[in-house]
């Protein structure tokens, strides 16, 4: 479609009109898909599910937290030089209802959903619940793409085999998502990892999956522009899906999470790392963990709104520049 047939997005409610801590809570105030004719170009979407945690509950409330912290977004963002509300149709595409009592059937709800949102042709930029959803939104991510690459930001490994015999939980995605082929596993990397493991084998497995790993300290002592570098080097063109797990950042940047742990990440870094990035082929993403029960002043859910704005960013500027033909 060339741009003169692409009709204006609709933005954010005006908060020069309307106080922005007035109204229901959509992300960045952004209209809900309904109001946009049902089709977008990125859709967020929650997905209220926390079933598949092995230590504190809570990330169920996750996407509605981060829509609320959200209020305050604004519509330039100067770190990437663009206004992701206006190169393209970004709405708020509400929360995928999933059983909470039944993993399984959870998981088979929010792939189907995903396979018809992504079959509109919109992007995901998905708000959690816990780490277990990202498996079934690469299901559906892979289904239109192929085996995408993975960037995963995440204090854990995630590549853990089962829990008390589950096979979906929130420390399982990964491993699950490379038997099922769903990855390129030529471009894996887990960034921000750290914290005691149950073995060594728990790297030689992950590393055999195909995973690289840039620890938390690596972050911190070869700077977030140099990791950016590293990181889209292996990515190249190659359609990417990141998942951030917003316990990447260190306790004291996200407090508001199921299984903290010391010495992570700082927000800024994350920021940093995500804006190095803004040239890569994203074609989804999702921020999950966030539990706002052990939050304190919304530092979490600013964090996680701040990270999705960027990822937004991202897919808005690749869209803009796919119907420009140039490159984002
Ligand atoms: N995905 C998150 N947040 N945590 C996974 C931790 C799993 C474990 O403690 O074994
Ligand atoms: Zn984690
Ligand atoms: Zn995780």
Known sequence: MSSAETPTPRGPV????????????????LPRLDEV??????????????????????ARFGGNAIREASRLLRPYNPAQDASPFALAQVADAGDIAANPFN???????IEAAADDLLGTGARMMTLGGDHTIALPLLRSVAKKHGPVALLHFDAHLDT??????????????FRRAVEEGILDTEALSHV?????????????DDEKMGFGIVTSADVYRRGADEVADQLRQRIGDRPLYISIDIDCLDPAHAPGTGTPEAGGMTSRELLEILRGLSSCNLVSADVVEVAPAYDHAEITAVAASHTAYELTTIMSRQ??????????
Do not use: C, M
């Open 14 to 29: 005006d908060s020069s009109r309307v106080p922005r801590y007035a109204g229901p809570a959509t992300y960045a105030r």
């Open 37 to 58: 004719g049902g089709k977008t170009d990125v859709a967020v979407v929650g997905v209220p599910f926390d079933t598949g945690v092995s230590y504190r509950p809570g």
């Open 103 to 109: 993993i399984n059937e959870a998981v088979e709800t």
């Open 160 to 173: 853990w085999d089962t829990y008390f015999g589950a096979e979906y939980t929130h420390g399982t995605p």
């Open 192 to 204: 921000g990892t750290r914290g005691p493991l149950y073995g060594k084998q728990d790297l030689t």
């Open 319 to 328: 869209i803009a520049a796919s119907r420009e033909g140039t490159t984002a």
